[in-house]
């Protein structure tokens, strides 16, 4: 179990930079008004990503009977809400608002992880 745990772990980080990664490189083609082609393209890359990632988190903290998991899963919710709306504006046009949603959302991700993600890694680690 232990091994389970330490791999569980690590495959959730690598996941984390991934989507974090692809949010900043969304935030970085929409902030120099990048070819509008490429910015809905990163989009459908992290929707898509997030939506496996937080399928699979979701399910190891139901393996696990994960306390938390309910408010977990509202942030993981309102995250893909989130970016399906940038993707809306996006398609509607709207690339002003790109680069600042990106960024709130960048912002958001980042806090989840350092405290929800977080007290889930730990909780695994230590075998709760």
């Keep these: 179990m232990a091994e389970f745990n330490s791999a ?40 898509d990503y997030s939506q496996a990632h937080f399928a699979s988190e979701e399910l190891l903290m139901r393996m696990k009977s994960y306390d938390d998991y309910e408010e977990h899963v509202e942030d993981h919710a309102q995250m893909l809400d989130a970016l399906r709306g940038i993707a809306a504006e996006h398609a509607r046009g709207e690339t002003a608002l790109v680069a600042g949603r990106a960024t709130e959302t960048l912002d958001f991700i980042g806090k989840h992880i350092a405290t929800r993600d977080r007290r889930f890694a730990d909780s695994v680690r230590n075998g709760l």
Aim: glycine letters at 10%; a negative charge; proline letters at 2%.
């Design 8 to 47: 569980s772990n690590a495959d959730t980080e690598r996941e984390h930079e991934v989507q974090t990664g692809l949010l900043r490189e969304l935030c970085k083609a929409a902030g120099a008004n990048g070819d509008p082609a490429v910015v809905g393209e990163i989009l459908a890359r992290l929707i």
